[in-house]
């Protein structure tokens, strides 16, 4: 018998009939076997379903397939089966959906304790939202490009199942996370744990397509053209200080040393900056990390500043950098645009330091910047500036 966290007991009663007459039906492999409506389900997915449908094993199906059946709630239960049809092509992906559903007795599925439900709904609302952005996406990229070749529409495609195998990948991650602790772990401070890995993960997911969106409006609007396929191979990723690794760190420096030639810098603060990038506040330090190909466009790295009670007090901008290579000034401006805005949202004073002969440092003032000070920095004459709460234009 399945047992399902948040819905009715009579409202299981009421379908135990029609369920039943349901399961009968499995060798067809029908969408009605879920109890979802086709009229809601886009087309491409239909025809998705009808090709992988049959690769899955009869149990693995009936498992599913009672899992979504049963939810009260009719959207979400399109939503799931979205995010399963979604998936269908990936075996891992396929197995991580099983984790959802609760077989008395284990069996494929992972056994999801009854009293871990609180962690166990809220991550599976978390799952749900970044389906639903994949979605958003894909429709968004398809109407900027009605009417455009095939491999930009399977370029929105790609994004989308790219988005929906990482969405897997945390899924199957924090739900061996839930059933591995007792009930007395899961207070709402380790559920947010739990729960910051997707959220991590949508505000990647949403930042970058903002970033594509705006460069590609941009770029229409000055008669540019920017490459669909360019972005497909370029990730956004949101890592905290410990998780770099020194590969990417030597990227970093790179990045430093190829851009920081002209004006001609004094040796001296080309190393004040190299050397400055590493060691960092690895605790309160994160950063945006742009990636092409597997190597790093770009990056932006912020550090929280916190008062004595833990409360936090700033945020400083610690670095910037683009290689002049990748895509040009309009995606560089537009990346810090919306690393800026996401920042922002916490309310709280940005803080930087920039060298007012550059061009970027204009773009930090027209961005609501406000210079507080000057200083000598190894022998470059810099700027104090910060970003006051409210005032960041984009």
Request: glycine fraction near 6%; charged fraction near 30%; aromatic fraction near 12%.
């Amino acid at each position: 018998m399945n047992i399902r966290f948040d819905q009715p007991p009579m409202e299981k009663l009421d379908k135990s009939s029609s369920k039943k007459e349901n399961i009968e039906k499995f060798p067809s492999r029908n969408i009605k076997d879920f109890g979802v409506d086709s009229y809601f389900i886009p087309k491409s997915l239909l025809e998705k379903f009808k090709k992988y449908s049959k690769s899955v094993n009869e149990s693995t199906y009936k498992s599913i397939t009672e899992f979504i059946y049963e939810w009260p709630n009719s959207m979400k239960r399109d939503m799931l089966f979205k995010a399963f049809v979604a998936g269908m092509e990936n075996p891992q992906n396929i197995d991580a959906f099983l984790d959802l559903t609760i077989k008395e007795g284990g069996g494929n599925a992972s056994s999801v304790q009854l009293e871990n439900r609180s962690a166990f709904d809220r991550t599976l609302g978390k799952f749900l939202e970044i389906c639903d952005t994949a979605e958003k996406i894909k429709y968004d990229f398809d109407k900027f490009y009605s009417g455009a070749s095939k491999q930009d529409s399977q370029g929105s495609e790609n994004l989308k199942q790219d988005l929906y195998n990482k969405a897997y990948k945390t899924l199957k991650q924090s739900l061996k996370i839930i059933n591995e602790q007792p009930q007395e772990y899961w207070n709402d401070d380790n559920i947010e744990k739990v729960l910051s890995n997707f959220d991590t993960l949508n505000t990647e997911a949403i930042t970058f397509s903002t970033i594509f969106k705006n460069v590609l409006l941009r770029a229409r609007a000055e008669r540019k053209k920017i490459n669909f396929q360019d972005f497909e191979k370029t990730k956004l990723e949101i890592a905290q200080a410990h998780e770099l690794t020194n590969e990417e760190l030597e990227e970093m420096k790179e990045l430093y040393r190829n851009n920081y030639t002209t004006p001609p810098y004094p040796k001296e603060f080309r190393e004040a900056l190299i050397n400055g990038l590493y060691p960092f506040d690895e605790v309160n330090s994160h950063f945006y990390i742009v990636k092409h190909e597997n190597n790093i466009a770009a990056f932006a790295r912020f550090e929280n500043i916190f008062n004595k009670e833990g409360k936090l007090e700033s945020i400083h901008f610690g670095a910037f950098n683009l290689n002049p290579k990748y895509g040009g000034g309009l995606i560089g401006e537009e990346m810090m645009r919306q690393f800026l805005r996401g920042e922002a949202e916490h309310r709280v004073p940005i803080n930087a330091e920039c060298d007012p002969r550059t061009k970027i440092s204009q773009k930090y003032l027209d961005m609501g910047f406000v210079v507080t000070g000057e200083f000598d920095f190894h022998g470059v004459p810099s700027q104090k500036i910060v970003l006051n709460p409210g005032s960041l234009k984009i």
